[in-house]
């Protein structure tokens, strides 16, 4: 077996990304199946929120790319079992420079993941809030799709072609079966009718990869990370957990209908129109 890699992009912040791929990873995990988490963002949020210290690593993924250490000597165990971390910290901030002068440098993670594919049925990459040099690796990286968390909220749409563009790009270029996996709608507050609103904007847009798990606005969601812990450990009974439990049991239908070397077959991204 070898692993399914996604990646978690929208370059908008607050969206959701990490919440999503950090929660999604600890149930996909609870279900049985062996998970990374690659922290991609020199923010180290995916760190802190499965528990370990940005500040206090001794090696992250800034040394996987930028000085060649094995990504097993990264590797950071998280206290659910199933469960492993690449982390990152602010170092990776200069990588987006010094990758540059890098050869491969769009292919750098890629590359790194090698040696632990049969080791893992997910790799789950989290996403920085841009499209430079350590999104396009893990665009590049990524097997089975993009999973793009968009915020229930006024201009949910706005500055996604901008990522539908660098995708297609990515595909023409780069990794030529780069597919959407799924748009997950998340903090859906079901008070209010734009709520309702920008479900069915989004679902119009995307008409076959929006999940039907939507992801409400929850504070334990947000609480959970202060704690370094997933929802699963934090509040497995609150509704961000139940919803992020659904969650993962749709995105592993939808995942697992394919084997695991499927090579996606080009599809056409929807014709943005934002
Ligand atoms: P991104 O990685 O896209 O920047 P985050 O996952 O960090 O976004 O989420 C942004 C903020 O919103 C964080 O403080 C997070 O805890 C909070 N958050 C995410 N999802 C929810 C939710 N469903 N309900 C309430 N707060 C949430
Ligand atoms: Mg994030």
Redesign the pocket.
């Known amino acids: 077996m070898t692993a399914r890699i996604y990646c978690?992009a929208?370059q908008?912040?607050?969206?959701?990304?990490?919440?999503?791929a950090v929660n999604l990873g600890a149930y996909l995990a609870a279900a049985g199946r062996r998970v990374l988490v690659v922290d991609t963002?020199p923010q180290g949020?995916a760190t802190t929120s499965l528990g370990a210290d940005p500040r206090a690593l001794t090696l992250s993924l800034y040394n996987v790319l930028i000085d060649g250490v094995p990504i097993q000597q990264a590797l950071t165990l998280t206290d659910r079992v199933g469960l492993d971390l690449v982390p990152s910290n602010t170092d990776l901030a200069g990588a987006e420079i010094e990758l540059a002068r890098l050869m491969a440098r769009e292919q750098l993670l890629a590359r790194a993941l090698r040696p632990v594919l049969e080791q893992y049925d997910y790799i789950l990459i989290?996403q920085p809030?841009s499209l430079g040099l350590l999104t396009i690796n893990g665009l590049t990286a990524t097997t089975h799709g993009v999973v793009i968390?968009v915020q229930c909220e006024y201009l949910a749409l706005e500055g996604l072609s901008l990522l539908m563009k660098t995708i297609q790009q990515v595909r023409e270029i780069l990794n030529e079966h780069l597919t959407i996996a799924g748009v997950v709608l998340?903090?859906?507050d079901s008070r209010t009718n734009l709520g309702q609103q920008v479900v069915e904007e989004v679902q119009s847009y995307f008409p076959n990869e929006v999940f039907q798990t939507i992801?409400?606005?929850?504070?334990r969601?947000?609480?959970?990370?202060s704690y370094g812990q997933t929802i699963l450990s934090y509040a497995p009974n609150s509704a961000?957990a139940l919803?992020y439990q659904a969650l993962a049991q749709e995105f592993m239908a939808r995942a697992e209908q394919q084997p695991a070397d499927f090579k996606a077959k080009q599809v056409p991204s929807p014709s943005p129109s934002v």
């Open positions: 978690f929208n908008k912040g607050g969206v959701a990304k990490t919440t999503t963002d949020n989290d809030p968390p998340t903090m859906y992801i409400p606005r929850n504070i969601l947000s609480e959970a990370p961000g919803a």
